[in-house]
């Protein structure tokens, strides 16, 4: 049987590692080490920066999943225009 994860992320393109640049670095580092924070993934060679969602999610947790995802990229990249490149759902194999 196969076993699928949800993950509400950006893709780390040349535009946000621009963005990225300018933050602190440690502030960046805090915030991508996974745990409740941002977690890190690659699909297809190009690396993603998000955060995993529940089984089942209801519209509310994902929902509040995109703004909290959303407030935690403004503050390592205050210049990535989020609103213009918002975070897309991924189906990815699961990891357990």
């Given amino acids: 049987m196969f076993r699928f994860s949800l993950y509400l992320a950006i893709p780390e393109d040349s535009l946000f590692a621009r ?3 300018k933050s602190n670095p440690h502030l960046v580092g805090m915030f991508t080490q996974g745990g409740d924070y941002l977690h890190k993934k ?4 190009l690396p993603y920066l998000g955060k995993p ?17 959303i407030s935690l990229l403004k503050k390592i990249a205050p210049t990535y ?14 990891d357990s």
């Fill in 53 to 69: 969602l529940p089984p089942s999610p209801s519209l509310e947790q994902l929902e509040r999943t995109q703004i909290n995802l």
């Fill in 42 to 45: 690659v699909v297809d060679s």
């Fill in 19 to 21: 963005s990225i640049e």
């Fill in 81 to 94: 225009p989020v609103t213009e490149h918002p975070p897309i759902l991924l189906t990815l194999p699961d």
